[in-house]
């Protein structure tokens, strides 16, 4: 069983930056690949960005390919997602969320494929 807990949320104007961390309880924390998915209000929850469970391997959604950056610390238990440039459109919650199944270098970006997930935090880009 893995508890997620995200912070670092706010609001930011166009073109800025914010750093999300996402802390995790449970000592299995560092076999599991993480993600970082968003959902704005009246959409789907979609993929953002994920990482392997030793941080080899990463993958980003293609609308924020080159702004935002996932890495993970499994001493530390956290995963922070370092978003810069940020647009209006990034206007959701974020979530953390973790995948138990051991799928090698593949990671998956279907939210259904996810078993733990965070509560959320808010982010807020004006214009």
């Known amino acids: 069983q893995v508890q997620l807990a995200e912070s670092g949320g706010g609001l930011v104007q166009a073109g800025g930056s914010l750093r999300l961390s996402c802390a995790a309880s449970?000592?299995?924390?560092?076999?599991?690949?993480m993600a970082w998915f968003r959902q704005a209000p009246g959409k789907e929850r979609e993929f953002v960005a994920a990482?392997?469970?030793?941080?080899?391997?990463?993958a980003q959604a293609v609308s924020v390919k080159d702004r935002f950056t996932i890495s993970r610390d499994n001493a530390k238990n956290t995963v922070d997602l370092q978003m810069d440039n940020l647009k209006p459109e990034d206007t959701a919650v974020y979530y953390c969320?973790?995948?138990?199944?051991?799928?090698?270098?593949?990671?998956?970006?279907?939210?259904?494929?996810?078993?733990?997930w965070g509560q959320g935090t808010q982010v807020t880009v004006s214009s």
């Open positions: 449970g000592r299995t924390f560092s076999s599991y690949a």
């Open positions: 990482i392997s469970w030793r941080g080899y391997n990463t």
């Open positions: 969320a973790a995948d138990r199944i051991d799928r090698g270098p593949v990671l998956e970006t279907r939210k259904e494929r996810y078993d733990y």
